[in-house]
Antibody, heavy 120, light 105 residues
Framework: EVQLVESGGGLVRPGGSLRLACAASGFSLRDYDMIWVRQAPGKGLEWTSYISSFGHSLTYADSVRGRFFLSRDNAKNSLSLQIRDLRAEDSSIYYC?????????????WGQGTLVTVSS | DIQMTQSPSSLSASVGDTVTITCRASQDIDNSLAWFQQKPGKAPKSLVYAASRLQDGVPLKFSGRGSGTDFTLTISNVQPEDFATYFCQQHQGLPLTFGGGTKVE
């Protein structure tokens, strides 16, 4: 089955760190760019980060730059998002998403999401 | 950044209706527009890309149109499983930006 499965979410204190993982199955991760999108409870979707298929290009949203660090291991078909200096406003469901190039990065597959809660 | 504005924010529909959702970009994005469906407690599902191309497996009842700054998503013969929130998103470039969503209820 073609799917993405996120893990690593949880309750973290402000200023803490977390590593989210995204495991791909049913397809080869090296064939796709990858994206993380987050969604605060009851809110809309917010793009946070992008990594090209072989990791040569990384781009972050202004709101997370310098605190989010994205990496990938194509041999293990996995993606990792390191988050540092967590803030209350980072509390969200984090989705990893697969993207292909067609007039930009087109998302065609989403993971089920992992919840990050930042609270003291 | 490109701002995406959806309207309406919610709409009421009955089974069998045809509904149309509008999305407007703050600048010309050619046809780089995607639509997603999200049901409560679930991840988004990709429906449309490049304004009018359906993702694999998406039924023909969904149709997207538009180019430049104005786009629409039309859902024909609305069924119970179509009641959800729909988001547009520009994929012309980074940062990817989303509309605020339209709840079809």
């Amino acid at each position: 089955e073609v799917q993405l499965v996120e893990s690593g979410g949880g309750l973290v204190r402000p200023g803490g760190s977390l590593r989210l993982a995204c495991a791909a199955s049913g397809f080869s991760l090296r064939d796709y760019d990858m994206i993380w999108v987050r969604q605060a409870p009851g809110k809309g979707l917010e793009w946070t980060s992008y990594i090209s298929s072989f990791g040569h290009s990384l781009t972050y949203a202004d709101s997370v730059r310098g605190r989010f660090f994205l990496s990938r291991d194509n041999a293990k078909n996995s993606l990792s998002l390191q988050i540092r200096d967590l803030r209350a406003e980072d509390s969200s469901i984090y989705y990893c998403a697969r993207a292909f190039s067609f007039g930009g990065a087109v998302i065609d597959l989403w993971g089920q999401g992992t919840l990050v809660t930042v609270s003291s | 950044d490109i701002q995406m504005t959806q309207s309406p924010s919610s709409l009421s529909a009955s089974v069998g209706d045809t509904v149309t959702i509008t999305c407007r970009a703050s600048q010309d994005i050619d046809n780089s527009l995607a639509w997603f469906q999200q049901k409560p407690g679930k991840a988004p599902k990709s429906l449309v890309y490049a304004a009018s191309r359906l993702q694999d497996g998406v039924p023909l009842k969904f149709s997207g149109r538009g180019s430049g700054t104005d786009f629409t998503l039309t859902i024909s013969n609305v069924q119970p499983e179509d009641f959800a929130t729909y988001f547009c998103q520009q994929h012309q470039g980074l940062p990817l930006t989303f509309g605020g969503g339209t709840k079809v209820e």
